[in-house]
């Protein structure tokens, strides 16, 4: 995406520009934003702030304005999902690197690191470590757009900032990146009318014992062929036996909750979609 620091969010901005003023910048923050396209913005505003030479700061327009927008300062540097699924240990090893350097045209450097939320556990606790003992003059700023799926070790040493609020995003998007979908995979999701009905079936099947949801799963795994539409299938199943448990249907949905649980450790571990659908089919066939 193209940074525009004038997108920035205009709350959040004025208690950055405060504590900046007097001298209070924490060293990480935790931005949460559902489209995380804000935030973003935010921290690049933030990073000009301090490294403005314009008089009105931060102006956008002087040459380090210029150089950070861009991508090309050497004191700010963004750490993304290079393959849109996870942020691997050697992405955040790069951040430990670049804390033994110092800064080369500012006094502070800064640290981004987008999609948060998709840290596996090595790079989340390797990433702990740099937040507990910064060796360097750096800010950190981790942008995500699901608190739950980030360390509570890690939000504990960080300043959030919640740009929620100001989400105009609605409906089935904003409830998709609120539960940790990117931008990029709501977009690929556009008609799920097929997916909705299908996985609602085999919800229904399972619940109800019947040997047809073993024909259900081979069918849905059929359909779902993308990463997207499969973890919007699993996103269904926890929706609906959640609501289960607040419908005082409390012995499916705990059952249900407890095999997406381990359907979870079965994804980390590369287990095939399929395989994943039939292993819910078979519980609930016991």
């Known amino acids: 995406m193209s940074v525009n620091i004038k997108e920035a969010g205009q709350k959040q901005t004025e208690f950055l520009r405060q504590a900046f003023e007097q001298n209070k910048l924490a060293h990480s923050y935790l931005f949460v934003d559902a489209n995380e396209i804000q935030a973003l913005n935010t921290a690049y505003w933030l990073a000009c702030l301090f490294n403005c ?41 790069i951040l430990k690197e670049e804390l033994a350097k110092s800064p080369v045209q500012s ?27 910064p060796i360097a003059p750096v800010v950190t700023i ?53 997916l909705d009905k299908d996985t609602k079936y085999f919800y229904q099947e399972m619940i109800e014992h019947n040997s047809l ?48 649980l381990e359907v979870d450790k079965m994804q980390y571990s590369n287990v095939s979609f399929r395989n994943l659908l039939d292993y819910l089919a078979l519980q609930w066939k016991r």
């Open 107 to 133: 006094s502070v450097r800064f640290f981004f690191i987008n999609e948060a939320q998709k840290l596996t556990l090595p790079a989340a606790n390797a990433l702990l470590n740099l937040l507990e003992e």
């Open 213 to 260: 949801a073993l024909v259900s799963a081979h069918q849905l795994a059929e359909i779902a062929r993308s990463k997207s539409e499969q973890n919007y299938i699993l996103f269904l199943l926890k929706k609906w036996a959640q609501e289960e448990l607040e419908n005082n249907h409390q012995d499916d949905g705990a059952r249900m909750l407890k095999y997406l």
């Open 142 to 194: 981790l942008i995500t757009n699901n608190t739950d799926q980030i360390l509570p070790t890690i939000r504990s040493r960080t300043q959030i900032i919640n740009f929620t609020n100001n989400d105009k995003e609605n409906g089935k998007s904003a409830e998709l990146l609120a539960n940790g979908f990117s931008p990029s995979e709501v977009s690929e999701l556009e008609d799920t009318t097929k």
């Open 53 to 93: 030479s314009g008089s009105k700061k931060p102006d956008g327009t002087c040459q380090n304005c210029r150089q950070i927008i861009s991508g090309n300062h050497p004191d700010v540097l963004l750490v993304k999902p290079e393959d849109k699924q996870t942020l691997g240990i050697d992405q955040v090893r």
